[in-house]
C-alpha cells in the first residue's frame, strides 16, 4: 500500500495550488479517503474526507469554500484543490486511508507566503 502526495510548493496569498495523492497496493474506489495537514510546531489536523463514490464531501471550517477534494478512481488519484489559500494554510499535507492520518503518505509542503 502506497500513497504518494504531490503538487505542493510556495504560493502567495490569494494563490491556488492543487495537490494529487497517487494510490497503489489497494483499489481506490473502494474507500473513504482523507487529506490531513500538519503545520509547522501543531498536530495532525483532519481537512477533508470523501465517500468511495465521490458523492459525500466534508470540509473543516478552515477551508470551508475555499479546498475542493476529489477522485478519479480510474486513475487511482485523490485531488485537493485550494483556492484562495492564507498564511494559514502552511503545512505538510498528506492523503490518507483514515481521519486521523495514521495511514498517510510522506506529504507535499504547502508554503503560502508573500
Known amino acids: 500500500v502506497q500513497l504518494v502526495e504531490s503538487g505542493g510548493g510556495l504560493v502567495q496569498p490569494g494563490g491556488s495550488l492543487r495537490l494529487s495523492c497517487a494510490a497503489s497496493g489497494f483499489t481506490l474506489r473502494n474507500v473513504w479517503m482523507y487529506w490531513v495537514r500538519q503545520a509547522p510546531g501543531k498536530g495532525l489536523e483532519w481537512v477533508s474526507h470523501?465517500?468511495?463514490?465521490?458523492?459525500?464531501?466534508a470540509y473543516a471550517d478552515s477551508v470551508k469554500g475555499r479546498f475542493t477534494i476529489s477522485r478519479d478512481n480510474a486513475e487511482n488519484t485523490l485531488y485537493l484543490q485550494m483556492n484562495s489559500l492564507k498564511a494559514e494554510d502552511t503545512a505538510q499535507y498528506y492523503c490518507?486511508?483514515?481521519?486521523?492520518?495514521?495511514?498517510r503518505g510522506k506529504g507535499t509542503q504547502v508554503t503560502v507566503s508573500s
Open positions: 470523501i465517500s468511495p463514490s465521490g458523492a459525500t464531501t
Open positions: 490518507a486511508r483514515d481521519p486521523k492520518g495514521e495511514r
